[in-house]
């Protein structure tokens, strides 16, 4: 009868302490399950994807599944698809494990394009643009007549953006152009050779014109004849601002 009951008494302990085993496994567990944001994210303010956890070093064999409560704003993988207005989502973990499973649960807050502000320096000032319900944005006309628009690049670096497609983030980005460059080529209607002149910038003048000879004439000028052709004038010292 002694024998018996400390063979009971035996097995409660044993399985007091394996409950206790598992007790503490599950908190190793569920304690590393957890959301990481990319930088300048919180669970309040989502605005991009979620890093979300696959397995647990902890335990290996531990498996973890996800599910959005929205998939159209946070899929189960974790794609952040912002909508125009703040949206809250409910992340669940489900974990398995020895063929048992816990969940957790994570309530976020997606930050609504709303909120999204694209500051645009062009022709020396800022302009501060917001996108519409779509996410997309209403640019203002880029257009120079000396210049080639290049593209969008994010100030203070060497990362050029596309604002034609959706906007997810604030960003500050400056226009970029290529001030057209021109050559300037002469003739002098019989009179010595001139050189042209290379890489002029749209606009700029050419404070001093070369001078050609010719036997028995007197040079009087330049005649400067503009890109279509037409009208044309006398250029006696400085040639015209180009266009």
């Known amino acids: 009868m002694k024998r018996v009951i400390i063979v009971v008494i ?14 503490s496994t599950w908190k190793e567990i569920l304690k590393e399950v957890e959301i990481r944001y990319q930088d300048g994210d919180a669970e309040n303010d989502v605005k991009s994807d979620l890093i979300i956890l ?8 531990a498996k973890v599944f996800w599910r959005s409560s929205n998939e159209d704003v946070i899929s189960n993988e974790g794609e952040v698809k912002r909508a125009y207005l703040d949206t809250s989502v409910t992340i669940t973990a489900r974990i398995v494990f020895k063929k048992e499973e816990r969940f957790k649960e994570f309530q976020l807050l997606v930050t609504g394009l709303d909120k999204v502000k694209i500051t645009l320096i062009f022709a020396n000032k800022e302009i501060v643009l917001k996108p519409n319900e779509l996410g997309f944005l209403t640019l203002p006309n880029l257009a120079r007549k000396d210049a080639l628009f290049v ?15 959706k906007v997810k983030n604030d960003l500050k980005v400056e226009v970029v152009y290529n001030i057209y460059h021109y050559q300037v080529c002469f003739n002098s209607n019989g009179g010595s050779d001139v050189k042209p002149i ?6 700029m003048t050419i404070n001093k014109l070369p001078i050609p000879s010719r036997d028995g004439y007197l040079f009087l000028g330049w005649i400067y004849f503009n890109k279509e052709g037409g009208e044309s004038l006398l250029i006696e010292k400085v040639a015209p601002r180009l266009s």
């Open 54 to 61: 696959k397995r647990i070093s902890c335990q290996p064999k």
């Open 10 to 23: 035996t097995l409660a302990f044993l399985s007091w302490l394996l409950g206790c085993v598992r007790k």
């Open 151 to 165: 593209g969008f690049r994010v100030l203070d670096s060497n990362l050029f953006v596309d604002l034609t497609k």
């Open 198 to 203: 290379d890489n002029i910038e749209h606009s």
